[in-house]
């Protein structure tokens, strides 16, 4: 469906597609089951415990691709429908299984899970367009952050009955799909409506990816490492670090409301300025002496995440010369991120250790500074393209 055509679609269809991204935080229900089912299986080792919530996010890396793939052979919404039925197989430890088992469940759930994280933002490109795409993947982003919590403390909530109880959660796909089946418009095959299938990827896809991959490398450490930070340096305990995390979640929530006014206000510069919020985040925690002074980094960071995932995605959906290339460049770009979260604690370890960084926030610090550094970069490029955009 070309720019021009696309019609104006009523508030069950906007919901539905928002609710489609709740399917991408289904993953955090069974996150405060690891100890429990740990305890459930004495002769797993830890590192079988951990693939619980590991495995998605590496086969995020793969299915991603996979999604994008998809999208060329069936429409958004068939491809929505079964990811969601790979999703709901994350069901079936509830009612028996061993840890084999658990982590075999895991798997399918991880290829759904990667599935649908690209085609999450791909159904709102395909529907909108103009300001309300904008303002439709802003407010994806805030439900995103809203889900974030709601799952994990429903998950906990459960796991407190039983660890199997936690993996009931995934019920939840089942409300999600009927209102897919029922009110989400199927605009089939882009390339095939069209009979165009030569659309093909600009520059600005590898720059998105390679900003996604790098940015999500390092800016992960910031909920990583804070719990070492407050407990290590002496600034709080346990429940003050839930605290800080909750108030990123919070201001993460209001920037994806808020998103398109942000977008509108700095115009090409919204993904290098929303880094920058990101960059600006990392350096007040490296200098923070004080409990206070995190929150106030955790609400910068909040908002520079809140803002920089749809002003990257919006810019990688964008970088095709064929609206039938938007799901596969969505895909890449989401492939680059997940690569680039799994790789995170690597990276910095060999960069810290490279440079004999030993404080406790030494990740911080290497992030801060490349972020910053890179946001420099970033204006200088968009100021000199307009120029020469001025000048032709």
Known sequence: MSEQTKPKYGV????????????????SMTTPA??????????????TIKLISSIPSLMLCVFS?????????????????????????????????????????????????????????????????????????????AIGAL????????????????WRFAFL????????????????????VQAKKDGKAEGKFTTTLVICAAVGFLLNTVQFSFMQDMSFVITGDGLGEALDTANVLSTFTAFSFIAGL?????????????????????????????????????????????????????????KAAASVTHPSKTPVAISIYVCATGIGQFLSAYVLKFITGTLNMTASRADWQVASIAIIAGCVVGFIALALTGKKQAQA
């Open 258 to 314: 808020i998103y398109v006014l942000f977008a509108k206000l700095f115009k090409k510069f919204t993904p290098v300025v929303a880094i920058l919020l990101v960059g600006i985040a990392f350096a007040v925690a490296v200098q923070a002496k004080t409990l206070p002074v995190l929150f106030v980094s955790a609400a910068i960071f909040g908002l520079g995440f809140g803002f920089t995932n749809p002003s990257l995605t919006l």
């Open 65 to 141: 691709l996979v999604s994008g793939w998809m999208t060329t052979k069936l429409s958004i919404k068939k491809c929505i429908l079964i990811a969601s039925g790979l999703i709901f197989i994350g069901i079936l430890p509830a009612f028996f299984g061993g840890i084999q088992f658990v982590i075999f469940t895991r798997v399918v759930f991880g290829a759904g899970y990667g599935l649908i994280f690209p085609l999450a933002s791909a159904v709102v490109t395909d529907l909108f367009e103009g300001a309300k795409k904008d303002t439709m993947m802003g407010w994806k982003s």
């Open 12 to 27: 069950l269809v906007q919901i539905t597609s928002l609710v489609v991204a709740l399917l991408m935080y289904t993953t």
């Open 169 to 188: 959660g995934f019920l939840l796909v089942i409300p999600i799909v009927i209102m897919v089946l029922v009110f989400l418009p199927d605009n089939g």
């Open 147 to 162: 889900a974030g919590v709601v799952f994990q403390t429903l998950g906990g909530i459960l796991t407190a009955y039983s």
């Open 34 to 47: 690891l100890s429990a089912i740990a305890a459930a299986f004495p002769d797993a080792a830890p590192e």
